[in-house]
């Protein structure tokens, strides 16, 4: 994948500063130019709430994170990066003189992303020498978790200029769309337009008050939008007959008409009141802080329900969470087989909400997954990996016994370290200890057992010479080690 070496995001705001977390987080060094004066801090809650959120969303390896650093004008930003992120506020003025300054400080080849919600490209590059490199990437808050960006060319952008963009966003788990024509506020903020219109109508006529509003959405065509979209989700709408009898059926009701279509709503100073109010009432006990950190929890919950989604083949935002990690496996440094006489650390993870049960504990499935992934991460080390998986040779589980000692709470850092039991290799006997990292407490333990088979076969086989000369060093590292306490030992059974 074509990938983007060194970011430079002007402006740092909302939605500047979790571009920022967006790159550092994909291993990419950034540099950012705010002159608010708080700039530093602000990025570094918005990093913080980034890395946790990471840290809930996936356990493939991130790669190393990108450093980030803080330039005092422009210039200094945007040297020698390759893509560049415009984020200041929504002014036309301000965006094009920002846009011509970076336009004349950075390498030509440079691409130069927007993030403006609704200027036209066309309008931005007026004023630049190399308008062809820039476009508008619309994105959508939380950058680092959301993954759309709007591609938009203005009159002057190259056709290549959008599917480098897009192909560039890939690596980093984003999902560049090519909005066809340039129009104000592109495809998204259009609609979201439409229905805030509309939703601030039903407030000022008091047909119902915000809370009622948001329950409306979020218990109903907002779970359903997240997964189908419009279209999609209305072909079912219209049963057997599809598309064209929803469209029989429910056209003729547009020309009603039911909405309030253009009509523009007054935000006098009783209505801002009247929504202030009911907003403070309805989420007014949180700080937003708070309030983006439970966002954050439920977008990692949706998408790691749409990853398993079209019976696990992925679907929607989920299938591209699905690919990203593909991405992040396929180019984590490969470990070489340490032939140190320790026990090996194979995992460093932490607890996912989904990982967490009525009682608010690690869920006991979840124990045997810990340990079910450190088995592969050592079979990833002794050479067992996909492309042998795909050559028909694979090590399969045929026991274990897992003893849970302790509970692993929500968030909670843990990691695995394994010892090798001696074997032969065609048997591969290992025994595991899970740890909370924060103060290294023992929570779980599991011996397991493999077989190393020829899936073809359907038999057990010896492995591979090249398996085998990975593997044999390490049993014989770990053969001096003592026999773990409870290796062996049947449930229940005391020590001797
Ligand atoms: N907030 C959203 O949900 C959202 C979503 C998508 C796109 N956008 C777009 O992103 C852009 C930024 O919006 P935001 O919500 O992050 O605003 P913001 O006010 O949070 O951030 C703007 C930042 O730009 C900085 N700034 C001002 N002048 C600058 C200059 N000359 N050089 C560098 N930095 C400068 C400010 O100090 C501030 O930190 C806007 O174009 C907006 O339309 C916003």
Redesign the pocket.
Known sequence: MTKINKAAC????????AWAARFVLAGIDTKI????PE?ER?IGEVMANAERAYSMLTMAPLPPKGKLSFAKT?EEAVEGADWIQE????RVD??R??LTQIDAAADPKALIG?????IMPTDLQRDMKHPERMFVA????PVYLLPLAELVGGEKTSKATLEEAKAKLAPIGMKGVIINKEIEAFVGDRLLEAVWREGLWLIKDDICDTETLDDVIRYSFGIRWAQMGMFETYRIAGGEAGMRHFLAQFGPCLSWPWTKLMDVVDLDDALVEKIANQSDAQSGARGIRELERIRDQNLVGIMQALKAGDEGRGWGAGKLLSEFEDHLWKNAPVPSASTSDEPIKLLDIKVHPSWVDYNGHMTEFRYTQCFADSADALLRLIGVDMDYVAAGHSYYTVENHVRLLAEAKLGDALYVKAQVLPSDGKKLHTFMWLYRAADDTLLSTCEHLMLHVSSKEGKSVPPLADVLAKLQPLIDAHAGLAKPDAAGRYVGQKKA
């Open positions: 002007i402006g740092g705001g909302v939605i500047g500063g130019f705010d002159p608010h700039a602000i422009v984020s200041v506020p929504e301000l965006k003189n920002v927007s993030s403006t919600s609704g619309h994105p959508y808050n």
